[in-house]
Nanobody, 124 residues
Framework: QVQLVESGGGLVQAGGSLRLSCAAS????????MGWYRQAPGKQRELVAA???????NYADSVKGRFTISRDNAKNTVYLQMNSLKPEDTAVYYC??????????????????WGQGTQVTVSS
């Protein structure tokens, strides 16, 4: 089993910055992909940014140039630096990880895990 623990959310004024962190722990062989999603009230959960183990990244168009995703493979941690925040960035942000774990002693299996969510509120 794998746990994802997020931190760094909060209340900030428009134009401000926040940094989210998500640390994975548990039965981890390797993490193929880590990402951040968000869900605003009344809206579907959407991808914000993702990063694969090789370092390639992708971003939602709405955050390109403002948000930066990075990861520390040694710490199994992913970060989301959010700059120039806008009120429309207000949402619950969820960490996501595609984790390879050993099972049966000799095989690997990928499972997808989610964090508990952290609230980001941007005031105008």
């Amino acid at each position: 089993q794998v746990q994802l623990v997020e931190s760094g959310g909060g209340l900030v004024q428009a134009g401000g910055s926040l940094r989210l962190s998500c640390a994975a722990s548990g039965s981890i062989f390797t993490i193929n992909r880590m990402g951040w999603y968000r869900q605003a009230p009344g809206k579907q959960r959407e991808l914000v940014a993702a990063i694969i183990s090789g370092g390639s990244t992708n971003y939602a168009d709405s955050v390109k140039g403002r948000f930066t995703i990075s990861r520390d493979n040694a710490k199994n941690t992913v970060y989301l630096q959010m700059n120039s925040l806008k009120p429309e960035d207000t949402a619950v942000y969820y960490c996501n990880a595609h984790v390879m774990s050993v099972y049966g002693g000799t095989s690997l299996r990928q499972s997808v895990y989610w964090g508990q969510g952290t609230q980001v509120t941007v005031s105008s």
